[in-house]
Nanobody, 116 residues
Framework: VQLQASGGGLVQAGGSLRLSCTVV???????????WAWYRQGPGEQRDLVAG??????NYNDSVKGRFTISRDSARKRLHLQMSNLKPEDSARYYC?????????WGQGTQVTVSS
C-alpha cells in the first residue's frame, strides 16, 4: 500500500485548497472500514493531527473546525481535505496517514503555504 498526496501549493490568506491522497493498492472494503487522517508539520514543529475519518465519524483539530472538511472517495480510494478560509498559520507540510493490514502508512506529504 502506498499513499500519494497532492494538491498543495501557495495561496493567499482567505483562499482555499483541496488536498487529495490516493491509497494505491488498497482493497475498497478495507479502505472504507479503516481510519485515515491528515496531519501537518511546520518547520521545527511537531506533527499534529488536522482531521481524521473513521467509518462512523470525523474529528478535527480545534484550530481548523469550521474551515476544513475531511472526506473519502470510496470509488477512487482517495482521501480529501477541503481547506477554506486559509490562514498563514495553516502553512505546513500536510501528510495523509492510515492503518492498513496492521501497519501504519504515511504519504510523502504536500506543502501548503499561505501568504498574508
Amino acid at each position: 500500500v502506498q499513499l500519494q498526496a497532492s494538491g498543495g501549493g501557495l495561496v493567499q490568506a482567505g483562499g482555499s485548497l483541496r488536498l487529495s491522497c490516493t491509497v494505491v493498492g488498497a482493497i475498497t472494503s478495507e479502505f472504507n472500514g479503516n481510519d485515515w487522517a491528515w496531519y501537518r508539520q511546520g518547520p521545527g514543529e511537531q506533527r499534529d493531527l488536522v482531521a481524521g475519518i473513521s467509518s462512523r465519524a470525523t474529528n478535527y483539530n480545534d484550530s481548523v473546525k469550521g474551515r476544513f472538511t475531511i472526506s473519502r472517495d470510496s470509488a477512487r480510494k482517495r482521501l480529501h481535505l477541503q481547506m477554506s478560509n486559509l490562514k498563514p498559520e495553516d502553512s505546513a507540510r500536510y501528510y495523509c496517514t492510515g492503518n492498513y493490514g496492521g501497519r501504519t502508512y504515511w504519504g510523502q506529504g504536500t506543502q501548503v503555504t499561505v501568504s498574508s
